[in-house]
């Protein structure tokens, strides 16, 4: 062992950096094919347009964080920080479903709602992989929570992207879709650190 040659660092800049350009390379494909919304410049300026960016936008940068400071042994990792994006979700959520009559309820079985699926769980693969492959090189001890938070990262990045292409503007819709999206890919994710990144 001694004769080995050191390995080199773990360079958590560049695991983040790897997950990012998978991010928007599988977006920029899928913008290429499929495009952006046509109205999205008006439409910006709803407030509902801009928390379904806005908000997964934000689970995103906060599930990397944790996942590379769960990467590192003995690092504290306190989870509180991605209940400000699922606080603000429900802020949107939970009213429209208090009041919500057969009209709104419609909202959740949208005709596009598997077209969603399908977007954000298939493109959250690769950036998954990416910064599982990266983070093969660090020293995980909770190798599940550090593969859920890289899933949970990759699936809402992946949605916050889609939301630019996505028409369907009502909070019941994407929060429940986008959320079960996410969900999906952070359970992959936490399969796959349990298969790969224990040692």
């Known amino acids: 062992l001694a004769a080995r040659p050191a390995p080199l660092p773990f360079q958590p800049a560049l695991a983040a950096g790897a997950m990012l350009a998978a991010?928007?390379?599988?977006?920029?494909?899928?913008?290429?094919?499929?495009?952006?919304?046509?109205?999205?410049?008006?439409?910006?300026?709803?407030?509902?347009?801009?928390?379904?960016?806005?908000?997964?936008?934000?689970?995103?940068?906060?599930?990397?964080w944790l996942a590379l400071r769960s990467s590192r042994p003995g690092a504290s990792v306190t989870l509180w920080p991605l209940a400000v994006p699922a606080a603000l979700a429900a802020a949107l959520f939970v009213p429209q479903v208090g009041g919500a009559g057969v009209a709104r309820l419609s909202d959740l079985a949208d005709s596009t709602a598997f077209a969603c699926l399908l977007s954000i769980i298939p493109l959250s693969v690769l950036p998954l992989l990416a910064g599982v492959a990266m983070l093969r090189d660090a020293a995980p001890t909770r190798p599940v929570l550090t593969g859920t938070l890289l899933g949970i990262a990759a699936g809402a990045g992946v949605a916050a992207g889609y939301a630019l292409h996505c028409v369907e503007d009502a909070p019941m819709f994407f929060v429940f879709w986008y959320g079960l999206g996410i969900?999906?890919?952070?359970?992959?994710?936490g399969w796959l650190g349990?298969?790969?990144l224990r040692w």
């Open 23 to 64: 991010l928007a390379a599988g977006l920029g494909m899928y913008f290429l094919a499929f495009g952006l919304r046509p109205d999205l410049g008006a439409a910006w300026g709803l407030v509902a347009v801009q928390a379904k960016t806005v908000i997964p936008a934000l689970l995103s940068v906060c599930a990397i």
């Open 183 to 189: 969900a999906v890919a952070g359970g992959f994710g």
């Open 194 to 196: 349990h298969r790969i």
